[in-house]
């Protein structure tokens, strides 16, 4: 086993992309250390912004909240019960637990009450889950974090989730998403800042992060994630990764300094508008939500 190189320690980690072997109490140290560094790199965040943290229970969303708070920033989190059975009431429990260990405030939006669960939402339209999901997620974030006062909206995206998406829109030559994607989207009208601190952490290092600190974290996957694509496409990732270390994180950094900037100046900016139901910005004259809206009630009766 390799050696810290910090201390001369037995190393618990060996990260080929950083040519870094560290011991346990050095690895946290370096976490956080980097986390800060890339919240500066990219302009993330100050100490005098309000942050909403994205909290799903996963290890990587409750990581990221731990991380801001200990690092001094200003971070509150924001659960979507999505109504997915078992899986919804388990990762609500440890949401609820996590944020009475670090005396954090978390705000709690039930689905159900507010529209209709995903599986229910998933009966209606017949669409997959997981857009119809990702549409109602994207929707809460920004609407709540406006009515409570945050000014940005942090999630736990880690360098597989960022990096798979990539490969997946790199394959079908997604013009809009190669000049959309970035660590940081900067507010605009009437979309509240989001960021991705975690972007550059592999998920083998956000789970250790997790597991050092005693984080209890929901470990069953959503049920529906066996028919996302991402799972595909990570694990082809950590099979090139296997054999050539570095390709993950060099395919993502590679991404942000050379190609998002060529194809972020030719993304037409859409002509956005308030909604006419609800007031979040918009394309057309009905926000997606509010024409679900309208669908869960006609199928109600
Ligand atoms: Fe939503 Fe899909 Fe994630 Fe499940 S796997 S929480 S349905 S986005
Ligand atoms: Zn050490
Ligand atoms: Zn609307």
Known sequence: M??????????????????????????????????????????????????????????????????????????????????IGE???????????????????AIIVDLKEELAGIPELVKITSREACSVCGLVKRYNFNKVAKEHGYNVIATGHNLDDEASALLANVLNWNEKYLGRKYPVLEEEAGFVR?????????????????????????EEECPFSEDATSVFYKKILNEIEERSPGTKLRFYLDYLRKIYPKFRKEEEKKELQPCKVCGEPTVGEICPVCRLREKVEASSG
């Open 2 to 83: 390799k050696k810290c190189r910090i201390c001369g320690k037995k190393a618990i980690i060996y990260m080929p992309h950083h040519r870094l072997a560290l011991c346990r109490e050095h690895f946290v140290e370096w976490f956080e250390k980097y986390t800060e560094r890339t919240i500066k790199e990219f302009k993330m965040f100050t100490k005098k912004d309000k942050v909403l943290v994205a909290i799903s229970g996963g290890k990587d969303s409750l990581a990221l909240w731990h991380v801001l708070r200990k690092l001094g920033y200003e971070a509150d989190g924001l659960y979507i019960n999505l109504g």
């Open 87 to 105: 899986y919804s009431e388990k990762s609500k429990e440890k949401v609820l637990k996590f944020a009475e260990k670090i005396n954090g405030k």
């Open 194 to 218: 989001k960021v991705k601190p975690f972007c550059k952490f592999t998920e083998k290092e956000t789970a250790l992060y997790a597991l050092l600190n005693g984080i209890d974290f929901i």
